[in-house]
């Protein structure tokens, strides 16, 4: 079964503080994983794609890794800002499913003065 | 946003009600979606469009029913709602269904059935 799991569903840091947040899945098989984030009461925006070649990409102080192997991705934020508080979701698309998108129930970032 | 918009942003509706949510997409995309979003649960899509043909519709109670006048605008018909239709309903838009192409998505509508 097609599936994504994000960890920690929820979580709580100091402004300026490093965090990362996980995404495993055992969608198959793989075309592309999304970091999205979602500010309360907005839509999601994309933050990274990364394809099955792909092991890094950064934007800005958000860093996604893909380990395509043990399925597994993480997104690090450098440096958080209160504006980083937001939802964090992770969306996985399959080959050869039409247009499935898999999406994980996302982790809640709280970064607090 | 100026991207992908949709009204209204809250709605409130009785359970014998008829109302209808409204996205409109300012990108010059052909394909449009909605989604429901529900408290910890993933976000489920509902319906897609393409080119104003519906090609995906994820076995969704015929309560909701999707209208596509255009490449740019898309409404979600709702009558005889249940409560636990409650939830936020988000539109997006991408320049075609293959799966490469990234989702713009509005800012939703936050829907509560009473």
């Known amino acids: 079964k097609n599936q994504v799991e994000q960890s920690p569903q929820s979580l709580i840091i100091l402004e300026g503080k490093n965090c990362t947040l996980q995404c495993n899945y055992t969608v198959s098989p793989f075309s592309n994983l999304r970091w999205y984030k979602q500010d309360t009461g907005r839509g999601p925006v994309s933050l990274t794609i990364m394809t099955f070649s792909e092991n890094t990409k950064s934007n800005g102080r958000y860093t996604a890794t893909l380990d395509a192997d043990t399925k597994q991705s993480s997104l690090h934020i450098t440096a958080s800002q209160l504006s980083d508080s937001a939802s964090y979701i992770c969306?996985?698309?399959?080959?050869?499913?039409?247009?499935?998108?898999?999406f994980g129930t996302g982790t809640s970032l709280t970064v607090i003065p | 946003e100026t991207g992908v918009t949709q009204t209204p942003r809250h709605l409130v509706m009785g359970m014998t009600n008829k109302k209808s949510l409204k996205c409109e997409q300012h990108l010059g995309h052909n394909a449009m979606y909605w989604y429901k979003q529900s408290a910890k649960k993933p976000l489920e899509l509902m319906f897609v469009?393409?080119?104003?043909?519906?090609?995906e519709n994820n076995s969704v109670p015929s309560r909701f029913s999707p209208e596509c006048p255009n490449s740019s605008h898309l409404f979600l018909h709702l009558h005889t709602l249940q409560p636990e239709d409650s939830a936020l309903y988000l539109c997006a838009s991408s320049q075609d269904t293959e799966r490469s192409y990234e989702q713009y998505f509005g800012p939703g509508t936050r829907l509560t059935v009473t």
């Open positions: 469009y393409s080119l104003e043909e519906r090609v």
């Open positions: 969306v996985v698309s399959a080959k050869d499913t039409g247009n499935q998108f898999y």
